[in-house]
């Protein structure tokens, strides 16, 4: 799956620590999310979408290869 994480992260103005702190999440599983190498739940994925005021679809991506 990907993600613009980093891009609203960014937007935002917000660390992957200060991230981490507001969704109740080690930073390390923002990287892993950043990096492609973990999909989050779908819990987080909403609770990341709703932090930012979008829909999921905006930061989440289903790729098809």
Do not use: W
Request: net charge positive.
């Amino acid at each position: 799956m990907k993600n613009k994480l980093k891009i609203y992260r960014a937007t935002y103005d917000l660390t992957q620590e200060a991230l981490a702190q507001r969704l109740g999440v080690t930073r390390q599983t923002i990287v892993s999310i950043e990096s492609g190498k973990y999909d989050p739940s779908l819990g987080l994925a909403f609770k990341i979408a709703k932090l930012f005021g979008v829909k999921i679809e905006d930061v989440f991506t289903h790729c098809e290869t």
